[in-house]
């Protein structure tokens, strides 16, 4: 008797299928199991039969999206907002960046939403706005050398500021948690939360892990193959492994 492993199927959606830019930046999924992408010419939205695309509110590439609750968040040059859905099924489009127009940077692009309880942060690679969805107010932390990515994780928001380490948000605020050397000078790919800390990999040094105050090299069995490798994005799988992606 003769057993094999079976691939699930792959269908792939041309531009010209799907009808929007051939470049898209995220993906994000409702409860209804609709996709989104920020897409280069707006948010495009796949519902497993037909796509539409939403042109985004000042018609430039749509970086980042986001599904909270029963809104679709995202994310552009110099805007972001939420949409929502209306009784006709089309989605509209509300701007949360205009009611602070004047603090936003000139040229600033938003390529990251992570949902935090009653808030939703976007980050760009100067700042972090974050919007409380109860009372719609802003809090924006700035660190002097900008930031390079922002992860969720252990129940936290974390950030990394190149040259100055690894940050916690806390009550709005940035918080410095660690000053090591490796989280100074290394670009991290993703932190994920593990029983005894966090869980950091950086792009291309290997992983870390930092329990309290204490930050050491994490050995894995793949560590020969990613020599001279720079990882982009990672996941953890429902069977505990790691699912690395990689920039070439």
């Not at 269908?11 to 409860?31: E, L, R, T, V």
């Not at 986001?66 to 509300?94: A, D, P």
């Not at 939403?113 to 760009?124: G, R």
């Not at 894995?220 to 020599?227: E, I, R, T, V, Y």
Request: charge should be neutral; aromatic fraction near 14%; include cysteine.
């Amino acid at each position: 008797m003769v057993s094999s492993q079976e691939l699930p199927p792959i269908i792939k959606y041309p531009s010209n299928i799907y009808g929007a830019g051939n470049q898209n930046w995220m993906i994000s999924q409702d409860k209804n199991n609709y996709m989104f992408f920020a897409n280069n010419e707006g948010l495009l939205e796949y519902n497993g039969s037909n796509w539409t695309l939403y042109k985004s509110p000042n018609e430039t590439i749509i970086r980042s999206v986001k599904v909270i609750g029963n809104k679709v968040y995202t994310g552009c040059y110099m805007e972001f907002g939420y949409w929502y859905r209306q009784s006709s099924g089309q989605l509209k489009y509300i701007s949360l960046s205009k009611k602070i127009a004047s603090k936003i940077l000139d040229d600033e692009q938003f390529w990251n939403i992570i949902n935090y309880d009653q808030w939703a942060v976007f980050q760009s690679l100067s700042r972090i706005y974050i919007y409380n969805t109860k009372n719609e107010s802003f809090h924006i932390i700035a660190p002097k050398n900008g930031i390079w990515k922002t992860f969720k994780a252990n129940n936290s928001i974390y950030f990394q500021s190149l040259y100055e380490g690894l940050f916690e948000v806390e009550n709005g605020k940035s918080k410095l948690i660690s000053t090591e050397t490796v989280l100074k000078n290394n670009k991290l790919a993703n932190i994920f939360s593990i029983d005894e800390g966090l869980l950091i990999e950086t792009q291309q040094n290997g992983f870390y892990k930092l329990i309290g105050n204490t930050l050491s090299k994490h050995s894995l069995s793949a560590d020969a193959q990613l020599n001279n490798t720079s990882v982009y994005c990672s996941q953890i799988l429902a069977d505990g492994n790691i699912a690395l992606g990689t920039i070439s």
